[in-house]
């Protein structure tokens, strides 16, 4: 259950909608608790505020903040189509998640509505001296919080839609999303090692698998005495014709439909980041690439995100898996792999940038960094990638001097 609210929660993150509309609810609320406060204290000896000076500061209030709010909006556009243009168009989601972001519009729209609706029932005579008073109050409220907000949007309107805030958001995301993993590697389910059999259950949507919900296989396979093997993980692109899942039958087991099967596996026309532990290397990668094709030429930005990957794969194999919480003894499921993982990370950085000294260098320092964390599977897989790396750089780069500078900074991995 948590997992599901943790996702709904992130596509929610996404909509720029949303926060708005909570605090469009929440001015109005604060607009009517004046009256409420005239009720409650008829009496209260607080000072009189006149009508009039609040409709001015309301007046100004209301006639600034949409103008604001419309400018706020084009602003966060602009940085979101320069996110999207300078790094990939996959990064849009994370940058348009940017919190102080939404936080800063969401307080534009709700002061805005809040002066109208305080406006109106202040014209027509709604509130008496203490609901005057505290209106005044929250009106002065709202407006430091909006100095606040504002200040801390044009700090971070500036950077969002630079390149290194993108990398720096993505990496980010694509560490908590594969420690997440780390820490449950098989989804909490049991650890398929071999290969996956069983009868197969196919779904009818074409798309990618965002997210595989263990709970739900676990309570159909309790229901019907069956044994489910997870065949594909989130990020996967799936048609009708793939399997699923495979499942083997109990002794009391009936015949089912494998519909309760693939309704545990979320289909959509896009990969997410929370799921789908290699999404976000695969993103990170993508900017790589496109900061080294000819027309930008950047290996600075390319050299920055090799260290995010070092410190990445730093921090997942210092991370230790965890028991789940529920044991959930009738679903399988297989680990991602880290093979998988070095491919999406560097595989498109060795090719690319095969003919640029400065990455090829930087690369090969960073593989010989993830060989020496101790990790067994680290030192073949990073290795392995070296010496693929090794050989795009002795078929690109022109000078036999720079070639044999790689050459040395292989030698770094064997030599260890």
Sequence with gaps: MRDRIRFFLSRLGERLWVKPLFSCVLSIAAAFLARVADNAFPESGLPDISADSLETLLSIISASMLVIAVFAVGSMLSAYASASGSATPRAFPVVVADDVSQYALSIFVGAFIFSIVGLIALMNGY?????????????????????????RWVDRIARLGRLGTTIGKVEAVACCSLLRNRRLPTLGGRRLDGPVQGEPVYGDTVGYVQR???????????????????????????????????????????????????????????????EDPRFGLNVLSEIASRALSPGINDPG???????????????????????????????????????????DAFNA??????????????????????????????????????????????????????????RKAAQRISAG
Aim: negative net charge; contains cysteine.
């Design 349 to 406: 950085i060795a090719k690319d940038g095969a003919g640029t000294i400065e990455v090829m260098l930087r690369l090969q320092t960073a593989l010989a960094s993830l060989h020496s964390l101790g990790n067994g599977q680290f030192k073949s897989t990073a290795s392995s990638h070296a010496r693929l790396a090794l050989k795009h750089a002795e078929c690109a780069l022109r000078l036999p001097e720079e070639v044999e500078l790689v």
């Design 212 to 274: 595989v919900d263990v709970d739900e296989l676990q309570a159909f396979a309790e229901k019907n005495d069956l044994q489910v093997y997870v065949a594909v993980l989130p990020g996967a692109f799936i048609t009708p014709g793939q399997p699923l899942a495979h499942v083997t039958r109990g002794a009391d087991s009936k015949d089912v439909e494998g519909g309760g099967i693939a309704q545990a596996f979320r289909i959509g026309n896009e990969r997410t980041f929370e």
């Design 301 to 343: 930005s390319v050299v920055e995100i090799i260290d995010s990957f070092v410190r990445i794969f730093a921090k997942w194999s210092a991370t230790e898996e965890q028991e789940p919480e529920v044991q959930r003894d009738r679903v399988w499921v297989p680990e991602v792999s880290l093979d998988g993982m070095f491919d």
């Design 127 to 151: 509130y008496g001296s203490t609901g005057r008073f505290v209106l005044f109050a929250i009106t002065v409220t709202v407006f430091g919080i909006v100095i606040i907000g504002f200040v």
